[in-house]
Each structure stands twice: as C-alpha cells, then as structure tokens.
C-alpha cells in the first residue's frame, strides 16, 4: 500500500429531495482512501454508505464538497468525460451480482471491453482467460442462471476486474452468500483485486469479513464517525 | 453492444415473442385489409382491364362509373369516327337484364354487346368455344363464373349443372344459346357476364330511343390521348377518357359514394392502434424489466447515445420480424384465396406502406422506453 490517495472526499454534502421531502444522505463526509487499500463502509442502514459509494463512483452527483477519484473530481468533468472516466477506471460489484442474464459468463465479463471499445471476440477471450483465474475455466459459456451465487460473484468479481480499472466499488459483495463462500469471495477479491495502484472500496453489514479490510471506516447519519484500522479498534 | 442488445432482447423468450406477436398482428392486418380493399377497388373497373384494345372510352357526359349507364344515340359513333386523330370507334352495349332460368327463376346478368364486324370488346380468355361463334343465330358467351353459379342448372336430386355450350337462356323472353365459356377478371357486382353481338344487344333489350352505352376508340398511332379525348369532347359534346382516367373516375365514384373505404380504413386504423399498444406496451414492460441491466451498462460507461442505439436496434429487429410475420401471412392469405370470390390485391405500394406504418409502432415503442432509460439515473444499481 502507497501513502498516494486514490480517493479524496471533503466535505461532501448529498441532499435528496426539496423542501419538506428534503432528505441531508451525506452531511459534510471527509474520507481518504490510499492506492493499494481495502476500505471497507460500513455502519447501519440509511446512514448513507451507499450514497457515499455512488458519489465516490462517479454515478450520483454530490451538492457540495469535492470528490477526487485519483485526483480527479467528477464534479468538474462535463457528462460524456465523467461516463468515458468510469467506463476506464471504476469497476463495480454489485449485491446481486447484476449479471445480463442473456450473456454468458465470458460475455457479461467482457462487457467492459466492450464499452471500451474492443471487439468482441477479443474481449470474450481475454474474459475466458480471466474466468480460469478466478476458477471458473470450466462455466465460462454458462448462463448466471446455471450458476450459484458464489459463482455468480466470481463472474461479477472478474467482470470488475477484466479492464484494469483504478478504482473498485462494491456493494454488499457477500450479503447474499453463506459464510465459507463469502469467505472465499473476499479471499478472491483480496488476492486478485488489490495492487499498487488499485484501490477497494467494499460496502458491507458483514462483520465476519471485516477482518479483510486494511480500514473500516463507520458511518452514521451521514457522517464518517470513525476510521479504524482493524475490527478491534472499532467502537461499539 | 449490439450484440449485446440482441441478446438482452431474446432472452427474455416470452416477452420477445410477445413484441412479435403485437407487431405481426399489427402488419398483417394493415396489409391484409388494405390488400382487400384494393382488390375491391380494382374490382370497380375490372371490366376496363379486360377491354385492352380501346385507348379512349366515349360516353353520355354524365355518366359517373362503369356501371352507371347513360345510353347515347347510335348516331354518336359516326361523330366520334369523324375526329381527327381516331383510328377507329366501335359501339359497346352494356346492360342490365334478366335471364330467365330453367326452373323459372330470373336472373340479372350484365349483357355486353360488341361491335358486329370486328367483336372488339370480348372476353379475353375463352374457355370453351371461340369469340367468332357469336356470329351464329341467337349466340351468346357466358363468364364461368356465371356459368357454374348463378346460371347453374338444379337437377331434381339438387345437383347444380353448370352452364355448357349448346344449352339455352331466355334473356327478357329471347332466346339465347350458349356457345363458348370464358374467363372474365371478377367484377364488383359479381353478376354474371353474357357477351352477345351489338345487335342482338340491342334486341335483347327493352326498347328505348338510345341504347348505346360507350363507344370505344383506338387512337392512330402516336396521337396524344389526353388531346384526343378533349378533341373528342368538344367536337361531340360528349364524355371522353383514356382507359387509366376512366378507371379513376369509376374507382373515385366507389370511394366517394360507397361506405368501403371507411369500413376499411377503419379496420386498418385499428390494426395499427392495437398494434401499436400491443407492441408499444410490450416493448415498454420490456424495458422496464430491463432497466436495472440498463443501469448497470450506464454505471459501466455505456453512453446515453450506445443505449439509444441499444434500444432503437432491439425495436427495429422486432419490427422487421414482425413486419416479415405479418405481410407473410397477408400473402399466405391471399395465396389461399385466389379462387374464391373474396377480393385481394397486393401491390408493391401496400407493403411499402405497411412497412411504414410497422416502423412508425417501433419508432413510438422505442421512443416511450428510450426515455425511460436516458432519465435513468445509473446509483440504481446499488439499490437491493
């Protein structure tokens, strides 16, 4: 892990709603998250995580504040920049993995080849090949409906992987999983997902996988109220 | 991405055979009924597609379809010989009288008398007998339509007889023998057809002053048609149109006069409403069931234009399919009717147009789910 910063949020305010409706997500968030680092997000529901992660990611406007992404702040990249930025440099993991079920496993993990602008045929290879990596060699032209969750993780795993982005963003990655798999998720992502110039940010209710994170910062009604950097330092 | 799309479109089986469904409904209906009215239509002046030799039809001025018969004097033939440009004029009668059947039942047939010389204006195919065996006593040539119809003969055991050369009709209590069988294009009134010599037209028929209905004209070779009819016009004060004008005028009395191309119009328009709601809300449903894979590609990086494309793509492929479905049917239908009395025609024009109307369902299903996605906001993704 590099002391550089992959993600930079000061003061970031998100507010929903107008008037009587109005509903303050995030209420002045500062959070550092270094290259090489696991982040994990975490605290009680509606305290903001997920916001703070769509902020983070590049796909939910903040109204005040900055948000760097390597030194970069979406609020001032024009809407073609910001969508080009996340297409090369976020990847995603999704709670309900959010495979195209239509695709097969190769092909929903080269999507983002694809959006990038590789050919097909390229990029489904170049996915397969990822696919033997993280043990899926044999499901690669399955369909997510002939997979268990645990597998259908792996697939959205390498999904996230396969364009080389800086910046990975997950959300709830083992909720939906028993215990040994979730396990073995988090040891997967772990192992193939950090480097030095990559950063994890993994929002989770889980305790049991907090153990993988190098920080875990809390969250409560829109504020950072801790960053640990064990489970043990945590306050309860 | 198109790939991609085409795939998210067939994955989903039952809803992807649903769009279909909607949008072959939808075409088939708008080429079926549309190809039925055409072919009525076309049934209004089928008596003038027959008839290819005349260029110029002449007639009483206030004549307003084929059908409608305003006789001249016989006297008119030799003015309209006398304009220049005409190569020769012949007398045509055509009437409306009653054959008397063998069991006593009457029946009204459409008479048409041709020229006694040169018999221009016959049947253009014969089935049985020849066009010159007109000129033998008391002769007449009956369509095969009528002949195994409305002419038939009942046997006592209630067989129907068709109508054969040598048998005998009694057209307004004259004798008539049946000496050839033709094939005539199916007119809109569907009565049987009885061709007879100019003469004998005219002895068949109730007597009146005037008894001539048009006088047919072949222009000399060259002559400007247009020129000639209002040549013809001037000189003889009577009504003269090319073939192709006297068409339009018949066909325009039909749609002016009759309730057909509301009835029509009205079926088309509701295929095209329905097919449109059908497809339209399919398609729609579809997306909606879509759009969190939608919000995924957007999170991707997909942009807003690839995602219109996406979606634009997936509704024109159902609308081709659909449209391939239905004007298929609409073929396949016409195919299986074309020896019954049912009228259908197809022209090229039709499937351009029902290619349109098709297009247009996919281009407003498109349009309605389009918007649903360009509004997408992508944090959908991150919510359970």
């Known amino acids: 892990m590099s002391g550089e910063l992959a993600v930079s949020c000061t003061k970031v305010v998100k507010t929903y709603g107008t008037d009587d409706a109005k509903v303050m997500a995030l209420r002045g968030v500062d959070l550092e998250v270094r290259k090489g680092e696991l982040m994990m997000l975490v605290g009680p529901?509606?305290?903001?995580?997920?916001?703070?992660?769509?902020?983070?990611?590049?796909?939910?406007?903040?109204?005040?504040?900055?948000?760097?992404?390597?030194?970069?702040?979406?609020?001032?990249?024009?809407?073609?920049?910001?969508?080009?930025?996340?297409?090369?440099?976020?990847?995603?993991?999704?709670?309900a993995y959010n495979l195209l079920p239509a695709l097969t496993?190769?092909?929903?993990?080269?999507?983002?080849?694809?959006?990038?602008?590789?050919?097909?045929?390229?990029?489904?290879?170049?996915?397969?090949?990822?696919?033997?990596?993280?043990?899926?060699?044999?499901?690669?032209?399955?369909?997510?409906?002939?997979?268990?969750?645990?597998?259908?993780?792996?697939?959205?795993?390498?999904?996230?992987?396969?364009?080389?982005?800086?910046?990975?963003?997950?959300?709830?990655?083992?909720?939906?999983?028993?215990?040994?798999?979730?396990?073995?998720?988090?040891?997967?992502?772990?192992?193939?997902?950090?480097?030095?110039?990559?950063?994890?940010?993994?929002?989770?209710?889980?305790?049991?996988?907090?153990?993988?994170?190098?920080?875990?910062?809390?969250?409560?009604?829109?504020?950072?109220?801790?960053?640990?950097?064990?489970?043990?330092?945590?306050?309860? | 991405m198109y790939y991609t799309a085409l795939k998210m479109l067939m994955g989903d089986k039952s809803k992807y055979l649903g769009i279909v469904m909607g949008l072959t409904f939808a075409s088939f209906i708008m080429t079926q009924q549309p190809a039925i009215f055409v072919g009525l239509m076309a049934r209004t002046f089928s008596f003038m597609t027959d008839l290819s030799q005349p260029d110029v039809w002449a007639m009483d001025p206030k004549v307003q379809y084929i059908d409608d018969i305003k006789p001249i004097q016989d006297t008119e033939l030799y003015r309209v010989r006398g304009v220049e440009g005409v190569d020769w004029a012949m007398p045509l009668y055509k009437g409306l009288l009653k054959a008397r059947l063998e069991n006593g039942n009457f029946q009204t047939c459409n008479v048409i008398g041709l020229d006694d010389a040169t018999l221009i204006g016959g049947p253009p195919i014969m089935l049985e007998g020849k066009l010159e065996d007109l000129r033998k006593s008391d002769a007449v040539i009956v369509d095969i339509e009528g002949a195994a119809g409305k002419l038939a003969r009942t046997l006592p055991n209630g067989k129907r007889v068709a109508l054969k050369t040598g048998d005998t009709l009694e057209l307004n209590d004259k004798r008539a023998i049946v000496v050839g069988i033709a094939r005539t294009t199916r007119t809109f009134q569907s009565q049987p057809v009885v061709y007879t010599t100019y003469t004998r037209a005219i002895k068949y028929a109730p007597r009146e002053r005037k008894l001539l209905s048009f006088i047919l004209v072949k222009a000399k070779p060259g002559e400007d048609l247009p020129a000639?009819?209002?040549?013809?016009?001037?000189?003889?004060?009577?009504?003269?149109?090319?073939?192709?004008?006297?068409?339009?005028?018949?066909?325009?009395?039909?749609?002016?006069?009759?309730?057909?191309?509301?009835?029509?119009?009205?079926?088309?328009?509701?295929?095209?409403?329905?097919?449109?709601?059908?497809?339209?809300?399919?398609?729609?449903?579809?997306?909606?069931?879509?759009?969190?894979?939608?919000?995924?590609?957007?999170?991707?990086?997909?942009?807003?234009?690839?995602?219109?494309?996406?979606?634009?793509?997936?509704?024109?492929?159902?609308?081709?399919i659909g449209y391939g479905l239905g004007v298929g049917a609409a073929s396949f239908f016409g195919y299986m009717i074309r020896d019954s009395v049912l009228a259908f025609m197809l022209p090229w024009q039709l499937l351009v147009l029902s290619g349109v109307a098709v297009t247009l369902i996919c281009i407003f299903a498109a349009l309605i789910s389009i918007r649903k996605v360009m509004k997408l906001e992508p944090a959908i993704v991150f919510k359970g």
């Open chain 2, 228 to 320: 000639l009819t209002k040549r013809i016009t001037e000189r003889t004060g009577l009504a003269a149109y090319t073939r192709e004008q006297f068409q339009q005028v018949t066909m325009n009395y039909y749609l002016k006069y009759t309730g057909i191309p509301i009835n029509f119009g009205t079926a088309v328009i509701l295929g095209f409403i329905i097919g449109a709601a059908i497809a339209g809300q399919t398609f729609y449903n579809f997306t909606l069931d879509n759009l969190k894979q939608f919000g995924v590609l957007k999170a991707m990086g997909t942009t807003n234009g690839t995602l219109l494309k996406m979606i634009l793509l997936q509704a024109l492929t159902v609308g081709s």
């Open chain 1, 105 to 236: 496993a190769a092909e929903n993990v080269a999507v983002p080849l694809i959006i990038n602008g590789m050919r097909r045929q390229e990029a489904v290879d170049r996915a397969a090949d990822l696919l033997g990596k993280v043990g899926m060699k044999d499901k690669v032209n399955s369909l997510p409906v002939q997979l268990s969750g645990g597998q259908q993780q792996r697939v959205a795993i390498a999904r996230a992987l396969i364009h080389n982005p800086r910046l990975i963003v997950c959300d709830e990655p083992t909720s939906a999983l028993d215990h040994e798999t979730g396990h073995k998720v988090m040891e997967l992502l772990k192992s193939v997902a950090l480097g030095d110039n990559r950063a994890l940010v993994i929002v989770t209710h889980d305790s049991r996988i907090f153990g993988f994170a190098d920080r875990i910062a809390k969250m409560d009604d829109g504020h950072i109220v801790q960053v640990a950097n064990s489970p043990d330092e945590m306050e309860h």
């Open chain 1, 45 to 95: 529901s509606g305290c903001g995580k997920t916001t703070l992660i769509s902020v983070i990611a590049g796909i939910l406007d903040h109204d005040e504040g900055s948000c760097k992404v390597y030194e970069r702040d979406f609020q001032h990249m024009s809407g073609r920049e910001k969508v080009r930025y996340r297409a090369e440099n976020i990847g995603f993991v999704f709670q």
